[in-house]
């Protein structure tokens, strides 16, 4: 059984940083994509980042570049969103996705429950 626990998510003033944790079991991490996103009431779902299996290439929502950055850590089986500067459109909650090419072929996806970023004076 597949499980993505997201955690680090908060209420942070504006230019505050967090990090954000997304332990993930079930899948063979080494063959997995990792992406965050996240939503907003009455918005649909944007992209924040995402990180190849090794981690050697990354991408960005022109929104957060240069200010968050997406890593993983393979032997823990876990990626990470490491948000700094802050502003208050940050607030949202956030999920991770899990994208696995698996051995058989064909990919497979599965997502957390989300963690809350509230970024408010």
């Known amino acids: 059984q597949v499980h993505l626990v997201e955690s680090g998510g908060g209420l942070v003033q504006p230019g505050g940083s967090l990090r954000l944790s997304c332990a993930a079991s079930?899948?063979?991490?080494?063959?997995?994509?990792m992406t965050w996103f996240r939503q907003t009431p009455g918005k649909e779902r944007e992209l924040v980042a995402a990180i190849d299996t090794t981690g050697a290439s990354t991408s960005y929502a022109n929104s957060v570049k240069g200010r968050f950055t997406i890593s993983r850590d393979n032997a823990k089986t876990t990626v990470y969103l490491q948000m700094n500067s802050l502003k208050p459109e940050d607030t949202a909650v956030y999920y991770c996705k899990a994208l696995e090419s698996r051995l058989a072929g064909g990919l497979v996806e599965y997502w957390g429950q989300g963690t809350q970023v509230t970024v408010s004076s």
């Open positions: 079930g899948v063979t991490f080494s063959r997995t994509t």
